[in-house]
């Protein structure tokens, strides 16, 4: 299966707690999103990294979220200090680099869905 | 900045009867807009896209959506249900904000197809 994968795919943890979740892209796209999506609503954009740079951090809904991608490959999305209305799923998704229109197509991982207790 | 509304929050539809799904937008500039579906447990599915060119874009798995400009819309459609449909449907345009390309959705619309 080469699509993105997410690891894992439910996290239970307790409030206060840190969390840390994994997105494995697909392997020949540069760019990597991470989204969460709540009950009934659609996914919400938190930040974006084109290869190891995160280019787009502003949507990040506190700073106790955070997001790496050191190596350009895989990334993780932290969140620290857990409170339970950060009970969510959180959706990775990557895409082409460049202008072309193909580039514009995100393809999304199965998500991570995280109940804080 | 930009939005989405899917005024329907379920669409129910008879098994080989023609669907339609809606999605108005609003955005500054040029509108890329999208379709996605979500199964459950399951992540988002791309279905289609509208960058530019011909209006009626076609897509994955018989869907295709009708891009109009003068009515800001872009309405998911597909000629004959099938049960295997049924699943929430997103619409998203290109977030006009962040200069990511990331993609701004709507609320979902629940589709069922009823044998």
């Known amino acids: 299966d080469t699509g993105v994968s997410q690891d894992p795919r439910h996290k239970i943890t307790k409030r206060g707690q840190n969390v840390t979740f994994r997105c494995d892209p697909i392997?020949?796209?540069?760019?990597l999103y991470w989204y969460r999506q709540t009950l009934g609503q659609g996914p919400e954009f938190l930040t974006y990294f084109q290869n190891e740079a995160q280019l787009e951090k502003s949507r990040l809904l506190s700073d106790r979220f955070s997001a790496e991608r050191p190596k350009g490959s895989f990334s993780t999305l932290e969140i620290q200090r857990t409170e339970q209305g950060d009970s969510a799923m959180y959706l990775c998704a990557s895409s082409l680099t460049g202008t072309g229109p193909k580039s514009y197509e995100q393809y999304f991982g199965p998500g991570t869905r995280l109940t804080v207790t | 900045a930009q939005s989405v509304a899917q005024p329907e929050d379920q669409v129910n539809v008879a098994e080989g009867n023609p669907l339609t799904v809606k999605c108005t937008y609003s955005v500054s500039g040029n509108p890329y807009l999208f379709w996605y579906v979500q199964y459950p447990n399951r992540g988002l599915q791309f279905l289609l896209k509208?960058?530019?060119?011909?209006?009626l874009v076609k897509g994955s798995y018989g869907f295709e959506a009708e891009f109009n400009k003068s009515q800001t819309s872009f309405h998911l459609k597909k000629p004959s249900a099938l049960v295997s449909d049924s699943a929430l449907y997103f619409c998203?345009?290109?977030?006009?904000?962040?200069?990511?390309?990331?993609?701004?959705f709507g609320t979902g619309t629940r589709l069922t197809v009823i044998p």
């Open positions: 509208y960058i530019t060119g011909d209006n």
């Open positions: 392997s020949e796209h540069n760019r």
């Open positions: 998203a345009v290109r977030d006009d904000q962040t200069g990511a390309n990331n993609l701004f």
